[in-house]
């Protein structure tokens, strides 16, 4: 994986065992911990397994060490990293894991270098072994000889490792079910995580990332393997390996001075590997979804029929119901605080040929509650509303969407709009484009944007960054990134207005209009507005305009943006009613989501939750009225008012 030995400076390699007929350390008594302990250390007297087994300090349960280790033992295996503590959290505390301590518990010691094993810490042995660089095979033979002869001695006396035929090793922890294996590799790659997001790059890759820590003078991440559920030792192994081996490629090629994207996991010309193909028949049988918290992945599991009567079918363009489902599929994420549909359109055919699944998951989304009278309440959401905006999405007539376009396609979705976006009717105020850094396809400015300007345009929320979650990517949105792919910022024709547009980020037109204030309508307008002149010039100059299917209404790539095609924000300053227990309720009671505010002076933002089935005034019209509420009642609690039975009436009206 490394052969300069530059990049990885350690590897560690855990696997944890219990003993079948003894009960699990949450469980266990003092008599069936002690048997494990004599296990362990009959097994390094009758086979090849050498070393020494060092009870903790006060265990006087082995007759061999009575008293356990001493303080210079003690003091030299904890500088090693190789000695566990007694528990001090309420988690391992509650359940059972410091009883009787440190009675039965120690640390076998083997005379390979690097092994050693844990006795009755959290499950009843944990086989390790350490060293330097990446030699994860040699690692691996060590632990796979040690567990070897354990488990010869534990059948001289009638035992063995406990396991199930459905999950696996059995463990104390559900996390470490399956192959009971965990593969730590500490790597040395500064540039790729000043770079990028390590963590969510790591998480495409199968792997998770550790927090940062220190060596010396140079920072390092411990990159560890992902769930041992459902996946063997073989696997996770050279999955742990190929994905730290991909992390040390792109470390090189930024110390080159060479572009990553090509390289990364679904951001180069290939999607990810998936179960799922997007072109050509889909298997027999769906993948595995059980975990899956999407709309789509609901849909499925209550249809059982749906995905046997879809899978044999695919549009003129070759799109199949794989390319729809990718994002339930191959997401790790299993759901948040927002909705989630992990369902896309490939092509605008995709409403057609795949109705049932779209009609299905659209039935799913959150119902729109039904408009409040509280006509007691103040129209006062100017004091709270920092800011609003207002956002379209739009996909060009006749060019596949991003989860199947080409290269080709993108680059003419990108020199329609943005040659639109120059005509004087579209935009009268003028505006520059900025392709991405790096991005070969926009002739006046070949190589795109300079790198520093980019970070300083995406920290003000003005450009967009390669995307890192599993959905996007799943579904093909980071394909050949960052070519044809850029923003339009058209200078502020007032202090308090930005008109602002997205070329290729998920949909092929994201148009944004931010103003301050509170005004949702007039920003609306404003965005709908520069649409429409949008559309015209593109009708001048092409063969169609923006997208529309019959009954859905404007086509976009995700399911949930279908109809109008609209995202209403405001940024408010909702601090003290944010603060309280019933906020997330009164939210859901209202149509409405929330997230941390990023720019813009305001606290949090309120954005209305989809609802395909609403025109943009209509969608204005309950925004406006669910900021006033909210507006209302952090009005009442900062003078100090009782506002409990007003929000019980607005709970139980939505009940």
């Not at 007539?397 to 080709?408: F, H, M, T, Y």
Request: charged share 20%; with cysteine.
């Amino acid at each position: 994986m490394d052969s300069t030995g530059r990049y990885a400076v350690y590897t560690t390699i855990e696997s944890r065992r219990n003993i079948k007929g003894v009960r699990l350390p949450p469980c266990c008594s003092q008599a069936e911990r002690r048997e494990v302990e004599r296990v362990l250390v009959a097994s390094s007297a009758a086979s090849d397994l050498r070393g020494a087994y060092l009870p903790l300090r006060g265990s006087q349960s082995c007759e061999i060490c009575p008293g356990g280790m001493t303080s210079h033992q003690e003091e030299r295996l904890r500088s090693a990293e190789m000695l566990f503590s007694e528990p001090d959290s309420l988690l391992k505390l509650s359940a059972g894991l410091g009883l009787q301590w440190p009675d039965a518990r120690g640390v076998f010691v083997g005379s390979s270098q690097g092994l050693y094993v844990w006795c009755n810490e959290e499950d009843h042995l944990r086989f390790c072994a350490r060293g330097q660089g990446s030699d994860v095979k040699q690692l691996w033979q060590t632990v796979t000889a040690a567990m070897g002869a354990v488990e010869e001695s534990a059948k001289t006396v009638g035992r063995s490792f406990c396991s199930s035929n459905h999950f696996g090793f059995t463990t104390s922890c559900p996390s470490r079910l399956g192959s009971a294996l965990r593969v730590t590799i500490t790597l040395k790659i500064p540039l790729l995580a000043k770079a990028v997001d390590l963590s969510a790059l790591c998480r495409s890759l199968g792997l998770h990332c550790g927090s940062e820590t220190v060596l010396g003078h140079s920072s390092v991440w411990q990159v560890s393997s992902g769930d041992c559920l459902g996946v063997s030792e073989c696997d996770l192994l050279n999955t742990t390996m190929s994905g730290c081996r991909r992390l040390v490629v792109l470390e090189q090629l930024l110390e080159q001075g060479e572009g990553i994207f090509d390289a990364m996991p679904g951001l180069g010309d290939e999607l990810p590997p998936s179960l799922m193909p997007v072109t050509g028949r889909c298997p027999p049988r769906l993948p595995d979804i059980g975990s899956r918290k999407t709309l789509a992945a609901a849909a499925l599991r209550a249809d059982p029929g749906l995905y046997k009567r879809l899978r044999t079918l695919s549009t003129s363009g070759g799109a199949n119901i794989g390319t729809c489902i990718r994002p339930t599929v191959d997401s790790w994420a299993v759901g948040g605080a927002s909705v989630c549909t992990g369902l896309v359109v490939g092509e605008q055919e995709c409403l057609d040929t795949f109705r049932d699944l779209f009609d299905a998951v659209l039935a799913l989304l959150p119902k729109a509650p039904a408009l409040l009278h509280l006509e007691e309440m103040e129209a006062d959401e100017d004091r709270a509303c920092v800011w609003v905006r207002a956002e379209l999405r739009r996909n060009l007539q006749g060019l596949k969407l991003a989860p199947c376009c080409g290269v080709d396609e993108r680059r003419e979705a990108e020199r329609l709009l943005v040659g639109a976006m120059l005509q004087a009717e579209a935009t009268p105020e003028g505006g520059q484009y900025l392709p991405l850094a790096s991005s070969l396809s926009y002739a006046p400015r070949p190589h795109g944007m300079e790198e520093d300007e980019q970070r300083r345009l995406c920290a003000e929320g003005l450009v967009f960054s390669a995307p890192t979650d599993s959905r996007s990517l799943a579904a093909g949105i980071g394909r050949s990134w960052p070519d044809a792919r850029g923003a339009f910022l058209v200078p502020s024709m007032a202090d308090a207005e930005q008109l602002l547009a997205w070329i290729n980020e998920e949909d092929h037109l994201r148009l944004k209009w931010t103003s301050t204030g509170s005004d949702l309508r007039a920003a609306l307008s404003q965005v709908s507005r520069v649409a429409e002149a949008l559309e015209a010039v593109l009708h001048r100059t092409s063969s169609g305009g923006f997208a529309r299917h019959d009954s859905l209404g404007y086509v976009t790539v995700d399911a949930q943006h279908l109809g109008a095609g609209v995202q209403l924000t405001a940024g408010m300053g909702l601090n003290h009613l944010s603060g309280r227990p019933d906020f997330a309720s009164l939210c859901a009671a209202l149509g409405v989501q929330t997230a941390p505010a990023k720019v813009g002076g305001a606290h949090v933002e309120v954005s209305n939750c989809p609802a395909p089935h609403l025109s943009g005034d209509e969608l204005a019209d309950r925004m406006l009225r669910s900021c006033r509420i909210l507006a209302h009642f952090e009005t009442a609690l900062e003078q100090g008012r009782c506002v409990d039975d007003q929000l019980r009436l607005i709970l139980s009206q939505s009940c």
